[in-house]
């Protein structure tokens, strides 16, 4: 199955650490990316290949990809990161989105 | 610096075909190491993959929309398209093209993303 669980959404007060996991069928055999969508825009990757970050990305974004559940961690959270979230699978011929998740700074 | 860009009718009426252009500039379409991937977002709604094919011409298509998609590539005009059929309200969505690295299945490099509405 290429179905991905997000929780829909997640709170978490500034400067603390987020926590946002995404399920799936032996996630761990696929590759893992991660998205930032922001109201209006086009999403931003975050993370790729399970765990790396590109060029402009900061560290406080970090994630990891183990069994069925990857997993992205934003720590110290800043107002800037209220945004929605989304995990993308690849195994190398179909691509799967998670349903989302919004991050709310509170 | 590669930049992608849609274009096409913001309206479409029911039944209808909805096509969809994605400009590649500042790169080339032909190139074995990416493909060329059509993703949607419903108004308040996920990301959803359409398909994507690559510059020789093959395609994989999402297996829920796969009896209504086509998708081409046109190395002259260094551009692709989608056509969806048998558009519904359902269809109504913000659609973004965007480039996968075959590696890694990561999309780096996203189009500003055309709204098409289907309605009569």
């Known amino acids: 199955s290429s179905e991905l669980t997000q929780p829909p959404s997640v709170s978490v007060s500034p400067r603390q650490a987020a926590t946002i996991t995404c399920s799936g069928d032996k996630l761990q055999d696929k590759f893992v990316s991660w998205y930032l969508q922001r109201p209006g825009q086009s999403p931003l990757l975050l993370i790729y290949?399970?765990?790396k970050r590109p060029s402009g990305i900061p560290e406080r974004f970090s994630a990891s990809n183990s069994g069925n559940t990857a997993t992205l961690t934003i720590s110290g959270t800043q107002d800037s990161d209220e945004a929605d979230y989304y995990c993308?699978?690849?195994?190398?011929?179909?691509?799967?989105f998670g349903g989302g998740t919004k991050l709310t700074v509170l | 610096q590669m930049q992608l860009q849609e274009s096409g009718p913001g309206l479409v009426k029911p039944s209808q075909t909805l096509s969809l252009t994605c400009a590649v500039t500042g790169g080339s379409v032909g190139t074995a190491d990416y493909f060329w991937t059509w993703i949607r977002q419903p108004p308040g709604k996920g990301l959803e993959w359409i398909g994507y094919i690559f510059y020789s011409g093959r395609t994989h298509y999402n297996p829920s929309l796969k009896n209504r998609i086509t998708m081409s590539v046109d190395t002259s005009q260094n551009h692709f398209s989608l056509n969806l059929t048998s558009v519904t309200a359902g269809d109504t969505a913000v659609y973004f093209c965007a480039r996968g690295g075959f590696t890694y299945g990561s999309f780096v490099i996203w189009g500003q993303g055309s709204q098409v509405t289907v309605s009569s």
């Open positions: 290949q399970d765990f």
């Open positions: 993308q699978a690849w195994d190398s011929t179909t691509v799967a």
